[in-house]
């Protein structure tokens, strides 16, 4: 090997590094980037934004399925605790969700998995004030691992003729910061 | 060169690499780490807490707010049975029986991950809309011109189909590689 490339090697070396820090580096920040843009275009935080049957019109978020209706709830911890009270039908599929600021799917509960007609989610930070309980028959107290992220409804469209009473279902779920009371440990 | 320079070089050619690396393996790549059943890939680990940095950038880009694999799985098939590339001058046959799940749907997106439009205003064939034959098969016109339950329309360039299932049941959910999906064949191009 001539000595000129013995002299560039630690410089190529060096670029190396930089790629591969680079390389990890964003990936690490892409996931974050896609969900920050993705809670911005879906509305204001903390408050349910139940949505229409997707059509080629729907651009907010990749992927979405045209047989499912959504409703999502972009939440920020920083204010406090989180109720999300949500009307479950069983005459179709439903689900309640939740993604943190990573993407990451950290919690999902399906019709099958309630036996009654509403699920209260109270979601909190590890540490943050314990809120007061509502009137829920089921209810599921949930730590966030990151204070942004996204709450997820979602429910099938089992047949076109019920999209009404399914959107008005979905318009009766809730989401709101909640007062606190107690610490939770 | 000076000095100063050349940790500049360094430091952009390093930068653009690395970028370039990411681009390679989450934008333009398949899904990184997934697994293969007939044409239709997964990954094992989307949604999940545990999935690897490739995985998560890669969902975030092209599956955004996928469920994990308790709940539902996502197949995507960006090729036929033969390997080639779909493509929305060409019509394709989908067909076989009901997946292994409470509720399954097929949708087309175009190349830019959203529903394709089209005057039929149509996107998918589900579980609960396709038209079965008596024997519990079904068959799906992808692409080309039709207006029955059973098609898909796919717009004029390239395209992917997602099959989604919903609440796996245990087939798919122990072994996605294996469970019975339906076919995917090219019927031919104009």
Not at chain 1, 43 to 70: E, F
Not at chain 2, 95 to 107: E, F, H, K, M, V
Not at chain 2, 137 to 154: E, H, L, R, Y
Request: overall charge positive.
């Amino acid at each position: 090997m001539s000595a000129t490339v013995w002299q560039r090697l630690p410089w190529i070396a060096a670029t190396l590094l930089v790629a591969a820090v680079v390389h990890m580096g964003s990936l690490h920040v892409l996931p974050h980037f896609v969900m920050a843009r993705a809670l911005t275009k879906l509305g204001a935080s903390n408050t349910m934004h139940p949505g229409h049957r997707p059509d080629a019109s729907s651009r907010a978020v990749v992927r979405p399925s045209p047989d499912l209706l959504y409703a999502a709830c972009p939440f920020d911890l920083s204010k406090g605790p989180l109720r999300v009270t949500a009307v479950v039908p069983h005459e179709t599929y439903w689900s309640i969700s939740a993604f943190d600021s990573a993407t990451n799917n950290f919690f999902v509960r399906n019709d099958r998995q309630i036996a009654g007609d509403s699920l209260e989610v109270l979601l909190m930070r590890r540490g943050q004030a314990w809120p007061p309980l509502g009137n829920a028959l089921e209810r599921v107290l949930l730590i966030s691992p990151t204070t942004k992220g996204l709450i997820l409804v979602r429910t099938l469209i089992d047949d076109d003729r019920n999209v009404p009473a399914l959107e008005g279902m979905l318009q009766r779920s809730k989401c709101e910061t909640v007062a606190t009371a107690a610490r939770l440990r | 060169m000076n000095l100063a320079l050349k940790i500049s070089a360094v430091v952009i050619v390093g930068a653009l690499l690395g970028l370039f690396a990411t681009w390679i393996a989450v934008v333009r790549g398949d899904m990184p780490g997934g697994v293969s059943n007939g044409p239709w890939k997964t990954s094992l680990a989307i949604g999940s807490t545990q999935s690897d940095p490739y995985t998560r950038a890669s969902v975030a880009l092209h599956g955004l707010f996928a469920l994990n694999r308790s709940e539902t799985i996502y197949y995507t098939a960006t090729s036929d049975a033969d390997g080639n590339a779909l493509d929305g001058a060409c019509r394709y046959e989908i067909a076989g029986r009901d997946p292994d799940a409470r509720w399954w749907s097929i949708t087309a997106y175009g190349a830019d991950d959203f529903l394709i439009p089209n005057p039929a205003n149509r996107f998918s064939v589900a579980k609960t809309t396709v038209q079965h034959n008596a024997n519990g098969s079904f068959a799906v016109q992808v692409g080309g011109a039709n207006n029955s339950a059973n098609w898909i329309p796919t717009g004029a360039g390239a395209f992917s189909l997602t099959l989604r299932l919903y609440n796996p049941g245990p087939t798919a959910a122990i072994d996605p590689v294996q469970t019975m999906l339906p076919t995917l064949k090219k019927v031919g191009c104009p």
